[in-house]
């Protein structure tokens, strides 16, 4: 049992580029999310999905698009990547919101 | 606006001594609060969920305790396999979809 798998773990990016960072879950949880995680900040929510084919913004969502076509994947993209977005981003996932998350190993972004 | 803060930020122990790890809250309308393990380079782990004042949850060496106004992460007897960063999370009424997170205490236990 994978859990939640982040895609890749790492990448460098030039300003302005562009990716697309991949979160699998193979709990068949309905609710999933986007944190980053920087020095001396706690986890901050990007974006969440609450089932298969939604999303929402969540406390800190410039500069960030969300997907969920299938429940279990959950794609964060970068239109043009900013210094200001070098970070850890983690995906979680969880059957309700009261429910324990359960997170991904995290993927270290890094724009020059 | 929901609020989280953790104390110590950083805490070293020597084995076996036991000690407590601070997560004071503000929040409109408590409707769970979290503790997390993070060790460097993952992500967090899931320990325990509290719901209401004069709760408690235990776990091998971990007891998580909750008033309506802070939770007590208590260590006793601690290995040095259980150095890591805590983190602390509470969802409120409001946005209830938001986690909000403390940013953590590190702990260290030496050998």
């Known amino acids: 049992n994978a859990g939640v798998t982040q895609t890749p773990k790492f990448r460098v990016l030039k300003t302005g580029q562009s990716m697309t960072l991949l979160c699998a879950q193979d709990?068949?949880?309905?609710?999933m999310y986007w944190y980053r995680q920087d020095p001396g900040m706690g986890l901050r929510l990007i974006h969440y999905?609450?089932?298969?084919?939604?999303?929402a913004k969540g406390e800190v969502p410039d500069g960030y698009n969300v997907s969920r076509l299938k429940k279990q994947n959950f794609l964060l993209g970068l239109e043009s990547a900013a210094p200001s977005q070098t970070s850890v981003y983690f995906c979680?996932?969880?059957?309700?919101?009261?429910?324990?998350?359960?997170f991904g190993q995290g993927t270290r972004l890094t724009v020059v | 606006e929901d609020q989280v803060t953790q104390s110590p930020e950083a805490l070293r122990l020597q084995e076996g001594e036991s000690s407590s790890l601070n997560c004071s809250y503000t929040v409109s309308g408590l409707r769970g609060l979290f503790w997390y393990r993070q060790d460097p380079g993952k992500g967090p782990e899931f320990l325990f969920t509290?719901?209401?004042a004069g709760e408690e949850k235990e776990k091998e060496r971990l007891k998580a305790t909750l008033t309506k106004k802070e939770s007590f992460l208590h260590i006793t007897a601690p290995k040095p396999e259980d150095s890591a960063t805590y983190l602390c999370a509470v969802r409120g009424q409001g946005g209830s979809e938001k986690l909000v997170f403390g940013k953590g205490t590190k702990l260290t236990v030496n050998p």
């Open positions: 709990m068949n949880h309905e609710y």
């Open positions: 509290l719901y209401s």
């Open positions: 979680a996932s969880s059957t309700g919101l009261l429910t324990e998350a359960f």
């Open positions: 999905s609450v089932g298969e084919g939604t999303t």
